[in-house]
């Protein structure tokens, strides 16, 4: 059987999911697939892996040529609280401790200057007008759809500022048909939840299953469902957070519901019926269902005579 060599184009483990097991590919690693394997992986995760004799470009192209998504990204639960940084210290630049600015969740707010505008005076003469800025604000755990000239501007400002404090924005894709949201968090349980990150990121941080939450809220004397219902809820709200930074990340694969449900049952979607074949279905199924009705029935053979 033939062996495709793979690459993996980020720092990020790739991962599909074939015939109900995942199967990961290391960040920046490369590694041998049979073909059909390597083929489902390109077919998914595509750019973000591919075959070593190929030359791929970028991950990550917008689907808009006049929209680019921007994501905040700060508030991380698994960021480092103190980092080091570059700073002014004792009239010298020094390596010392500082507050992670990405640890703490908070509104990034920008102020585009919008240029000034041309127009003609009373006396006919052409004057300008200096326009307002305007403000522009991501709030936390929040990706917005902006201008491609307002969203380059942006990017390029978090590029230029210290070097701590980059990266507080990042170019982000757009919203995806499949993914949990604050929406939707109600028709995800906990472990599938759980399922969806170890999808995108095997290595994450999964935190506890809801047997465990249950289980330790039981001790610690909480035993109504209300109660229960709380401690589950406040695990999903800090699995949601771990999943957000991995969702507006273009170097995560997201998965499809399809491989989702094969991951988590161990089988692929089903397609719907379509209403016409249902009915010829249906049809078939009552004609044979008569057919076999009108038959005569078979007399059963008759007891031999006693002697």
Not at 53 to 69: A, C, L, M, P
Not at 101 to 129: C, W
Request: aromatic content about 8%; some cysteine.
């Amino acid at each position: 059987m033939a062996l495709v060599t793979l690459r993996n184009n980020t720092s990020i483990p790739q991962n599909i999911v074939f015939h109900g097991k995942q199967i990961i590919l290391g960040s920046n690693e490369e590694m041998d697939f049979i073909e059909v394997v390597a083929e489902k992986f390109i077919e998914l995760r595509s750019p973000l892996v591919s075959v070593v004799e190929e030359d791929v470009g970028g991950v990550y192209e917008d689907s808009q040529k006049d929209i680019i998504w921007v994501a905040n990204m700060t508030g991380n639960p698994d960021a480092p609280d103190v980092i080091k940084a570059k700073l002014f210290v004792n009239r010298q630049w020094q390596m010392v401790d500082a507050d992670n600015p990405k640890k703490k969740a908070r509104p990034l707010t920008m102020f585009f200057d919008q240029g000034m505008r041309s127009y003609t005076a009373k006396d006919g003469a052409l004057e300008a007008l200096n326009l307002a800025k305007k403000e522009i604000k991501i709030p936390p755990y929040k990706r917005r759809a902006l201008p491609s000239n307002e969203a380059k501007w942006w990017l390029n400002r978090d590029s230029v500022c210290e070097a701590h404090y980059r990266g507080c924005s990042i170019k982000s894709r757009e919203p995806t048909d499949f993914e949990p949201s604050p929406g939707n968090i109600d028709e995800w349980a906990l472990d599938n939840l759980r399922a969806y990150l170890k999808l995108m990121d095997p290595g994450a941080e999964m935190g506890r299953s809801q047997a465990t939450v249950t289980s330790e809220a039981k001790k610690r004397g909480h035993r109504k469902d209300a109660e229960i219902s709380a401690h589950v809820e406040e695990e999903k709200h800090l699995l949601m957070k771990r999943i957000y930074f991995r969702l507006v990340d273009p170097q995560y694969p997201v998965p499809s519901k399809s491989e989702f449900l094969e991951f988590v049952h161990g089988q692929k979607e089903v397609a719907p019926v379509e209403e016409d074949a249902a009915a010829s279905m249906i049809e078939k199924s009552t004609q044979e269902v008569k057919r076999k009705r009108g038959r005569p029935r078979k007399n059963p053979p008759e007891a031999p005579a006693s002697a």
